[in-house]
DNA sequence: CGGATTGTTGAGGATACTCAAGTTAGGTGG
DNA sequence: CCACCTAACTTGAGTATCCTCAACAATCCG
């Protein structure tokens, strides 16, 4: 269902930033627009990357399943972001999944284009780059979670991170406005979906979260930060 | 102790692979090199980045620190690695500290000319990007390893990635040809120095690392490989 | 040679996992 | 619209891994 792109609808997309409205609409000639029904997969970790993307809307999650079969996310795509760069890597096939969590709608460039892009146009080259430094940030920022905190915090972090990424405000709290299931946090925080329950469930108690089937709403961020930094006795 | 540089000195340097000799020149005319002894700090945390680097010879750590003190080792830099590219993440600080763990040289450069070389010179730029790219995937691979297993497993990793990057062949193995102590591996892995004791001695009872203060050499590689992948019962 | 850093090893205990059984919510089809 | 089925979730009990605490040994450096 391929179909092309007015420059309107990326005004906000951080990788057309800086750039004068003739580059935009030379890009955007090359792209496609495509509708991802939730639950269908965009693309399969092992598959030949032949396409790039920017989620225009809707909500990715992108998972790697080990030899043994089991998965992490690796991250949330949230509208704006690129996903699918193989190329940038140096890689030839996806090293992830991505897969729809809600409906979602994402331009698509053939890989064929990328280096055409790239040498045409140092802007999107420059804000390319950002965007895999902001990731590497991100990386570092989780890899120090796993190695100096425990569970109850990592998992703290996460929702934060889900929180300002993907939250809206409501009257009583930020709801994390996609399905989120409770194996998904564990598989974000390298635990099991028993502890996150666990966890979850003392911190409703509390009254800092409220839950539900799939269903997330933070009612108080700041004492979540709290549990996060470590200032609280915490809540298990 | 600045000084010029000679263009026959980065030959094999990633950073810049597919210049000409004129723009190499170019280049290396901004850059002074720097000795660093064994135990010399390069740049702190929270500093003001005020320069970028390429490692000529020598090994760095990368490491950050918690607020409560805790260190996690980032990376190893390994002769040929950018290293302080603060910029490229839009930051104005380091995010860690780096030391010489052996005597080492570095290229240095102004942070006042990223700039200008990110936009004259496209091949830096997309060097830099792969440069990234790489450590990028590291950044996931390590993130995997922290969710997916156990210790024993992670310290696997860490010794055979210590050896593929750091590591000298030697008449009966592989070589660790700087300074390693447990703690370093302890803070690559997430656990405590106890725990990579007992693992290491271990390993070394069963023939396939033989250890010393800060030594390390790799006897059977092969084991080693099967235990980081789980295919077998483990050592200890 | 003496102090400091690094490493070893043991005992005990906490965190979080596994295993297990059940409950709730939501979607589907009759 | 209700009954059913499945996926998501809850909760408990037992246990393994790994951490903490502690004391000591080895190695290096000045």
């Known amino acids: 269902m391929a179909m092309t792109v007015h420059r309107s609808l990326v005004a906000a997309v951080p990788m ?3 750039m004068s409205e003739a580059e935009q609409d030379d890009i955007l000639a090359r792209a496609s627009s495509r509708h991802y029904a939730g639950g269908t997969v965009v693309f399969e970790q092992g598959m030949l990357a032949e396409n790039f993307y920017v989620l225009l809307s809707g909500r990715l999650r992108v998972t790697q399943t ?6 992490t996310i690796v991250r949330m795509v949230n509208p704006g972001d690129l996903f699918g760069i ?7 096939d996806y090293p992830g999944t991505a897969l729809a ?3 979602s709608v994402a331009l698509q460039w053939p890989m064929t284009d990328w280096d055409s892009l790239v040498e045409g146009h140092p ?3 420059a804000n390319t780059m950002l965007a895999m430094g902001q990731r590497l940030q991100e990386a570092h920022t989780r890899l120090q979670e796993f190695s100096t ?5 990592r998992v703290a972090h996460a929702v934060l991170r889900l929180a300002n990424q993907g939250g809206r405000k409501e009257a009583d709290g930020i709801r994390i406005d996609f399905p989120i299931s409770k194996q998904d946090i564990a598989e974000m925080t390298g635990t099991t979906l028993h502890t996150v329950s666990r966890i979850l469930t003392a911190w409703e108690k509390a009254g800092v979260v409220e839950g539900g089937r799939q269903k997330l709403l933070v009612r108080e961020p700041h004492r979540l930060f709290l549990i ?3 200032n609280q006795p915490g809540l298990l």
Chains 1, 2 share one sequence.
């Not at 193989?86 to 030839?92: D, F, K, Q, V």
């Open 16 to 18: 057309f930033a800086g």
């Open 86 to 92: 193989a190329r940038a890597l140096r890689r030839t």
């Open 123 to 125: 802007r999107f080259l």
């Open 149 to 153: 905190e425990e569970v109850e915090r």
């Open 101 to 103: 969590v809600i409906d």
């Open 228 to 230: 996060a930094e470590g």
């Open 66 to 71: 080990t030899a043994e079969g089991q998965q």
